[in-house]
């Protein structure tokens, strides 16, 4: 007689193709005893989340969960510019504040997102309306946020997202105000700016779409290892890569050129990170005891790419539990099923995923 979960990979294979049979090793890692491991040993990859400043004040099973399964917290908001910034005149701290009370009060650091982005913009932002006003504007944000939290928050993602979906060739930057106003020196200037405002924080660049298979994708990887190594070359103070980790329930991971790409980060003395690990689920099947499985898969398959070179740095998913999370924003089921991307379901208890996840921790 065929066993539940024999069932369940069986119609896994049958709706989307993909095979984790009983003996491959996510099989066997999805079938042995699950061991409530928590927050695991000190000297493990730091595993976090990005936290949401609604249920974290309101919430006791909500902050319960942080506090069980995470060693970092990364605001989901709270430190980007329309939070940080109402206006040019004001700073305004209180989500982070708490935030980093939140972390420290529970044994935790919190991660700093987002110095250098186009997203998340205040409107005022667009009346920036030169390079020298652009320079001192990036300038005078990054001295006065990093100098703030200097010592407390020990990596930033100084630079989010600097390569286009598609970009038209190696050299292409994404656009942003700051892209726009002082071309792509705006990228070095921001980074030697931070190490000034925190000698000692570890600092990270950060993208996403790097690790699927097509030519997109590799198109993608290349330019943004095309900036990596351009900065490296000039001695730019850029310490890791953070890979963010959406993952696409319906795209196969391109393992062998996500592991080119690390072992290439990690001759250049880099540092890598994953930030923002989820699996947008909208393309897959409905069920959720074989969406879960699917996307346990993925994460493993990325996971286990990276890995191939060294142990990461820090590991970090986009939301702790599918009760909360951005995915359905703006990829929302069609069929009425609720989005499940991240390890943990909306009661808070641990998914395949999150075995997968503690698997790559030890
Ligand atoms: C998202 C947040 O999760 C949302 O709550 C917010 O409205 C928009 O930003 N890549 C990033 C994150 O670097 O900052 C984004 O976070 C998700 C994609």
Not at 139 to 147: K, S
Not at 326 to 349: A, E, Q
């Amino acid at each position: 007689m065929l066993s539940r979960r024999d069932t369940i990979l069986t119609s896994l294979k049958a709706m989307t193709g993909v095979a984790v049979t009983a003996s491959s090793p996510l099989g066997t890692l999805l079938a042995s005893p699950v061991r409530a491991q928590g927050r695991g040993q000190a000297d493990g990859v730091p595993y976090g989340a990005a936290v949401r400043d609604g249920p974290l004040a309101s919430e006791p099973d909500y902050r319960a969960a942080l506090v069980r399964h995470c060693r970092q917290l990364v605001g989901e908001g709270g430190l980007k510019w329309y939070d940080l910034r109402p206006s040019r005149e004001r700073f305004v701290y209180d989500l982070p504040d708490k935030q980093i009370d939140f972390a420290s009060r529970n044994g935790m650091t919190l991660r700093g997102h987002t110095v250098v982005w186009y997203g998340a913009m205040p409107d005022w932002t667009k009346s920036i309306a030169s390079a020298s006003e652009a320079e001192r504007e990036m300038v005078g944000h990054i001295e006065t946020v990093m100098g703030r939290y200097r010592g407390r928050i020990k990596s930033w993602d100084v630079i989010n997202e600097p390569i286009p979906d598609d970009p038209a060739s190696r050299s292409d930057i994404r656009p942003s105000i700051w892209q726009q106003r002082m071309g792509e020196s705006h990228i070095a200037l921001a980074l030697r700016t931070a190490a000034r405002a925190d000698p000692d924080a570890q600092l990270v660049m950060n993208e996403y779409d790097i690790e699927f298979v097509g030519p997109r994708f590799r198109r993608k990887r290349e330019a943004f290892l095309r900036l990596i190594r351009d900065l490296k070359l000039r001695n730019v103070p850029l310490h890791a890569i953070g890979l963010q980790g959406h993952l696409r329930g319906e795209l196969p991971i391109d393992r062998e050129g996500l592991s080119a790409f690390i072992a290439e980060c990690r001759s250049m003395g880099l540092k890598v990170l994953v930030t923002e690990l989820d699996v947008v689920d909208d393309k897959l099947p409905g069920p959720p005891e074989v969406r879960d499985i699917l996307a346990a898969s993925r994460v493993y398959d990325f996971l286990d790419a990276i890995r191939v070179s060294s142990p990461l740095d820090a590991l970090l998913t986009w939301g702790i539990s599918d009760r909360y999370t951005w995915v359905p924003l703006y990829f929302k089921r069609t069929d009425g099923h609720l989005n499940r991307p991240l390890p943990l379901d909306s009661d808070y208890r641990p998914k395949p995923m999150m075995r997968v996840i503690e698997h790559f921790l030890r």
